[in-house]
T-cell receptor, first 112, second 109 residues
Framework: NAGVIQTPRHKVTGKGQEATLWCEPI?????VFWYRQTIVQGLEFLTYFRNQAPIDDSGMPKERFSAQMPNQSHSTLKIQSTQPQDSAVYLC??????????FGSGTRLTVL | GQQVQQSPASLVLQEGENAELQCNFSTSLNSMQWFYQRPEGSLVSLFYNPSGTKQSGRLTSTTVIKERRSSLHISSSQITDSGTYLC???????????FGSGTRLLVSP
C-alpha cells in the first residue's frame, strides 16, 4: 500500500498560468479531501468527494479553483490564472467509512 | 469564527516531561482526530477518537463529545516527539473535517 500519492511534489508557476495538481487516493477509500496549508492560515479545507461525487466545496475560492474526481483512482485540483497568494502546500487525504484521514505528502505550489 | 481552538499554541519541554494538549470545538461534532505533522511536513494520523479514551504507547487521547473537547496527553516526552500536533473535527450533520491551528512542540535534551 503506497498510501495517498500526490504529484508533483513541487510546482512553480508564473503569475497567470494554470496549475493542475493530482491525487491518487488509497485503493478502496470512499472519500477524498483537498486542503491547503500556509503558515498564516494553517490547514484550510477546500473540498470533499465521497464515492466520486462532490459533497462539499465550501472552502474553494469560487473563481479560478476547480476540483474533479473522474474515477475512483484519482482526483485533480486545478487553479486557473494562478496568483502569488495561491502559493501554499496543497494536501490531499482519503478515508474509509470510519473517517480516519490518510494524507499524501502534498504539492508545494509556488507562484512567482 | 474559529470552530476548532487548540491550546497551547506552542510548548517547550525537557526530555522526559509530560504534556497535555487541548482542543475545544464551538459546534456539535460527530468525531474528532489527532494528527502529528513532522517537521518536514508529512501528516500522520495518531487517533480517530469519536469519544472516550484511547491509548497508543506514550500517547493518550480523551474526547468528551458533550463538552465539545478533546485532549492529547504525551507522557515521558522524547526529542523525536518534536513537531506540530493538530486536532480535527468532523462536524455534526456533515462530513467536512476542520482543523485547529496546531500546537508546536519542541522537546529539548
Amino acid at each position: 500500500n503506497a498510501g495517498v500519492i500526490q504529484t508533483p511534489r513541487h510546482k512553480v508557476t508564473g503569475k497567470g498560468q494554470e496549475a493542475t495538481l493530482w491525487c491518487e487516493p488509497i485503493s478502496g477509500h470512499s472519500a477524498v479531501f483537498w486542503y491547503r496549508q500556509t503558515i498564516v492560515q494553517g490547514l484550510e479545507f477546500l473540498t470533499y468527494f465521497r464515492n466520486q461525487a462532490p459533497i462539499d466545496d465550501s472552502g474553494m475560492p469560487k473563481e479560478r479553483f476547480s476540483a474533479q474526481m473522474p474515477n475512483q483512482s484519482h482526483s485533480t485540483l486545478k487553479i486557473q490564472s494562478t496568483q502569488p497568494q495561491d502559493s501554499a502546500v496543497y494536501l490531499c487525504a482519503s478515508s474509509r467509512t470510519d473517517g480516519t484521514l490518510y494524507f499524501g505528502s502534498g504539492t508545494r505550489l509556488t507562484v512567482l | 469564527g474559529q470552530q476548532v481552538q487548540q491550546s497551547p499554541a506552542s510548548l517547550v519541554l525537557q526530555e522526559g516531561e509530560n504534556a497535555e494538549l487541548q482542543c475545544n470545538f464551538s459546534t456539535s461534532l460527530n468525531s474528532m482526530q489527532w494528527f502529528y505533522q513532522r517537521p518536514e511536513g508529512s501528516l500522520v494520523s495518531l487517533f480517530y477518537n469519536p469519544s472516550g479514551t484511547k491509548q497508543s504507547g506514550r500517547l493518550t487521547s480523551t474526547t468528551v463529545i458533550k463538552e465539545r473537547r478533546s485532549s492529547l496527553h504525551i507522557s515521558s516526552s522524547q526529542i523525536t516527539d518534536s513537531g506540530t500536533y493538530l486536532c480535527a473535527m468532523e462536524r455534526a450533520g456533515g462530513y467536512k473535517v476542520v482543523f485547529g491551528s496546531g500546537t508546536r512542540l519542541l522537546v529539548s535534551p
